[in-house]
């Protein structure tokens, strides 16, 4: 399996989806980050990206999983262990229904990088840009 995802070297995950990696320990997008630490592929992030993670996660209904030290802890390990790109500057190649999500389909693009969303604004651009699920994802 890991040798066929070399075809995918690099992907960015949708701020949804490391909310989840979080918070389910053992869900697929757990996984995923798992996969990105073992070298099967570079996560990708940005400044943007990983300020909206932050606004998500300091919200008080995420408390029950997560304290404020724990968020912290997590965008650090994100920060050291992601390759960090700028934010791009260009508009994206195709738009979203959701133009909040605008920024990421750019950042993917910039980075010639899979998009992987649970996002169903996202995921309805499959075939026009490289977007997956996370279990897709863990599966190519």
Do not use: W
Not at 83 to 101: M, N
């Amino acid at each position: 399996m890991k040798h066929a995802r070399r075809d995918v070297t690099r992907a960015v995950l949708d701020p949804g989806v490391l909310v989840s990696a979080l918070i389910t320990p053992s869900g697929t997008p757990a996984k995923l980050l798992l996969s990105a630490g073992e070298g099967d592929f570079e996560l990708i992030v940005s400044p943007l990206l990983l300020e909206e993670l932050e606004l998500v996660l300091r919200r008080e209904k995420f408390r029950r999983y997560v304290d404020h030290d724990g968020v912290t802890t997590y965008l650090d390990l994100l920060r050291r262990s992601a390759k960090i790109a700028a934010d791009p500057e260009a508009p994206p190649p195709i738009h979203c229904a959701d133009p909040d999500d605008d920024y990421l389909i750019a950042l993917a693009h910039s980075q010639n990088a899979a998009l992987v969303s649970g996002d169903s604004h996202l995921l309805a651009l499959a075939g026009k840009i490289p977007v997956h699920s996370p279990a897709d994802f863990l599966t190519l």
